[in-house]
């Protein structure tokens, strides 16, 4: 069986979450300031005749995860590990790398993340992702002798 690093889907999906959660717009402000509201937030002052409306949740509006994105998540996976353990790479350049990296398998940040989120509770989908990683490198870049 190959090998599976969950460990790695959770860093992945810090290193990929945090800045995310850090941009705002123009004109926003964060969301803890008093007395302001974020676009899409209830204004407290507003009339209470309409209920506000709420965001679905992370895993409902990810929706299921396809063979194809499972395959496609491996490989990211394996890019983005690599890069992490790369210490010739400059922290600041990881995360930029790592985006990159995830693009080229083919799936967006968010999706990536959402998948690794969904894997922390999904055993069904950990075992496909482990199934569907690419075989290790041996150590040393030599293929077994046999």
């Known amino acids: 069986m190959r090998s599976f690093n969950l460990a790695a889907v ?32 209830a204004d ?16 409902a509006a990810s929706g299921p995860v396809s063979d194809a994105e499972v395959t496609q998540f491996a490989n990211a996976l394996t890019a983005v590990d690599k ?17 990159q990296a995830v693009t ?14 969904a894997m922390s509770s999904d055993t069904a989908l950990q075992a496909k992702v482990a199934a569907a990683m690419p075989p290790a490198a041996p150590a040393g870049g030599a293929a077994p002798q046999q």
């Open 104 to 117: 080229s398998a083919g799936l967006t940040p968010e999706r990536f993340n959402s998948i690794a989120t």
């Open 10 to 41: 959770a860093m992945a999906t810090t290193l990929f979450a945090a800045p995310a959660m850090a941009q705002t717009a123009p004109g926003q402000t964060s969301p803890g300031a008093p007395g302001q509201t974020m676009p899409g937030q």
């Open 44 to 59: 407290p002052a507003a009339p209470t005749g309409a209920a506000p409306q709420s965001a679905p949740p992370a895993a």
């Open 83 to 99: 890069i992490n353990k790369d210490t010739a790479t400059p922290a600041a350049d990881k995360q930029t790398q790592m985006a």
